[in-house]
């Protein structure tokens, strides 16, 4: 069993920052693909970033392409999610998740899911 937990979510102005960290544990964090995904009230849970085993593929939706950063540090079991030039558009729960898969960038391709952190960007 793969337990996430998310954090560094909050309230931000438009065009600021925050950084979201993923600690995971259970299991060896390194045999995994891990991802960022979001939902906003009403909506379906869409991708937003995805990271490799070792980092050596990253994946973007067009949305947050030059404004996100996604990252893992497997010393520490983390994933992390820098997010810049935020907009309001970008609000919603954010969910970490990890995957077995090569290159996951569906939901379904996630076996565990964090419990997700609220972001909310006013303009």
């Known amino acids: 069993q793969v337990q996430l937990v998310e954090s560094g979510g909050g309230l931000v102005q438009a065009g600021g920052s925050l950084r979201l960290s993923c600690a995971v544990s259970?299991?060896?964090?390194?045999?995994?693909?891990m991802g960022w995904f979001r939902q906003a009230p009403g909506k379906e849970r869409d991708f937003v970033a995805a990271?490799?085993?070792?980092?050596?593929?990253?994946y973007y939706t067009d949305s947050v392409k030059g404004r996100f950063t996604i990252s893992r540090d497997n010393a520490k079991n983390t994933l992390y999610l820098q997010m810049n030039s935020l907009k309001p558009e970008d609000t919603s729960v954010y969910y970490c998740?990890?995957?077995?898969?090569?290159?996951?960038?569906?939901?379904?391709?996630?076996?565990?899911w964090g419990q997700g952190t609220q972001v909310t960007v006013s303009s």
């Open positions: 259970g299991r060896t964090f390194r045999n995994y693909a």
């Open positions: 998740a990890a995957s077995v898969r090569a290159d996951p960038v569906l939901s379904s391709e996630y076996a565990y």
């Open positions: 990271i490799t085993w070792i980092g050596g593929s990253i």
